[in-house]
DNA sequence: TAGATTGTTAATCGATTAACAATC
DNA sequence: TAGATTGTTAATCGATTAACAATC
C-alpha cells in the first residue's frame, strides 16, 4: 500500500470528527459536512476516501455507523497499540497524563528515565530505570516509542529501541536521527513550530507594511 | 516573499545546528556537512539558502560566522516574540516549563485558564483568569498565541484572540478553527501524531508479512 | 590548471484541486 | 425525470531531486 501520509491523518480526522457528530445523534451526512467541519473541500474528503476503497451512495451520501466502522478497521482501532516514552520531563509527563490516549487505542505501558529522583514503579505507567527500557520493550514486544528526552541523549536512547524491537518513534528531540529505512520515524518540534509562527506573523505583517506603502 | 513553509522551518534548524557547530569550534563548512547534519540532501540546503539569498563561497563553502549572522536577521532572532498561552493544562504547562524558548527570541509572557485553581498572579510567568485574556493581549499588543485547551472551548479562545489582536496562533485543540485568511495558524495534534506512528508501524509490518509470503 | 563546490535551471514527484461522467 | 452527489480522471501546484554550468 502506497504511504499516503497526509491522507491517513486525514482519515484520523475524519473518524474523530465522526465520532462527535454520531454522539450529537447524526446519522448520515455528505462529503460537503465533513469537509466543512474540517477546513477542506468535499473533493479532499471524497479522494481520500476514494484512496482507502471508502464509499458512499451517490444520493444520500455516506451512513455514519457504516463509515465509522471501515475507519475503525482500516486504522486498526482494534488492535491496542502499547506505547514508551523516554523521558520524563515536562512533555513526557504531559503525554503520559493525556487521558485521550486509551480510547484509541493506546496505551502508554511505562515511562524510563535516567534521574533516580522521578523512578516511580508502583505509579500507573511506572517511571522505570532508564536502564531497563532494553528489556522491558523486548520482553513486552513494545513497537512504538516517544523520544522526549534532551537532544544530546536521543540518538543513543533510539538505539536501544531499535535493538529491543521498537519499529515507529515519535521524536521530540530536535535532532536527525539516523536509523534504518524500516524504522518509522515522526520528528515533532514544538519549539520549531512555535518559532515558525512568530516568524509567519513578522513576515506577513512586512508584506503588508510593503503593500500599504 | 513566498511563504515556502518547509524551507523556513529548516532554515530555523539549520540555524540550531550551526549553534552547536559554532560551540564546538567549526569555523567553515560545506553543504554537504549541513545535509549530513540534518539528513538531508546537499541539493536541498543550497537550494532554501538560495531561495532566501544565503550565499557562500564556490571554493570554500560557507563561513560559520556569516552564515549564522545572516539566519539570524532572516529569521529575526533580535527582535523578541512574546507570547500568551491559553490552557494551563499538561500541554500548557509543559511549554511554559521548557527554558529553550527564551534564548531564541521567544518569551511566555502569561497563562490563561478558566479554572482559579490554577491562578498564580504572581508566579513567571503569571497564570491568569481568562477572561482577562483580552486586556491582557490587547493592552501589551501580543501577537503569537497558543491554544491548548478542550476542543470545545478553543474556538471560543481563538475568536477573543483575535479580537484583541493576535496575528499567529499554534493550536494544540484537534479541531478545525475559524479564522480569516490573515490569521497565521499552525495546528498540532499530538495524539494525531502519535496514532500515525502506531497506523504506519501495523501498515508496514502487513506489507512485509504479504511480501514474505 | 584541475578539482571541488556553489547556485540555478529543468525534471520529477507527491499532493491538491478542477472537471466531469456515472448514477441514485 | 431532474437534480444532487459520488467517484475518478486530468490539470495544477508546490516541493524535492537531478543535472550541470559557473567559478573559486
Redesign the pocket.
Known amino acids: 500500500m ?6 491517513v491523518m ?1 482519515l484520523f480526522q475524519y473518524k474523530e470528527f465522526l465520532i462527535r457528530a454520531k454522539s450529537i445523534g447524526i446519522k448520515n ?6 469537509a466543512e467541519a474540517m477546513g ?12 482507502f ?10 451512513k455514519l455507523d457504516d463509515l465509522l466502522a471501515q475507519l475503525n478497521e482500516l486504522l486498526g482501532k482494534n488492535e491496542k497499540q502499547r506505547v514508551v516514552i523516554v523521558g520524563a520531563g515536562n512533555i513526557g509527563r504531559a503525554l503520559m497524563k493525556y487521558e485521550g490516549f486509551y480510547k484509541d487505542g493506546l496505551e502508554i505501558v511505562a515511562l524510563f528515565d535516567s534521574d533516580p529522583n522521578v523512578y516511580n514503579e508502583t505509579a500507573t505507567p511506572p517511571v522505570l530505570p532508564l536502564e531497563h527500557l532494553y528489556e522491558f520493550v523486548n520482553r513486552n514486544k513494545i513497537e512504538v516509542g516517544v523520544i522526549a528526552v534532551p537532544y544530546h541523549a536521543a540518538q543513543q536512547v533510539l538505539d536501544i529501541m531499535i535493538l529491543a524491537g521498537i519499529k515507529g518513534v515519535m521524536n521530540f528531540a530536535p535532532i536527525a536521527l539516523r536509523a534504518p529505512k524500516d524504522l518509522y520515524i515522526n520528528d515533532v518540534n514544538l519549539k520549531l513550530e512555535l518559532e515558525s509562527v512568530a516568524y509567519f506573523v513578522n513576515a506577513l505583517k512586512r508584506d503588508r507594511t510593503k503593500n500599504d506603502v
Open positions: 502506497k504511504l499516503a501520509k497526509l491522507s486525514r451526512l455528505f462529503s460537503d459536512d465533513l477542506t473541500t468535499s473533493t479532499q474528503v471524497r479522494k481520500d476516501f476514494s484512496l476503497g471508502l464509499s458512499g451512495n451517490k444520493r444520500a451520501g455516506y
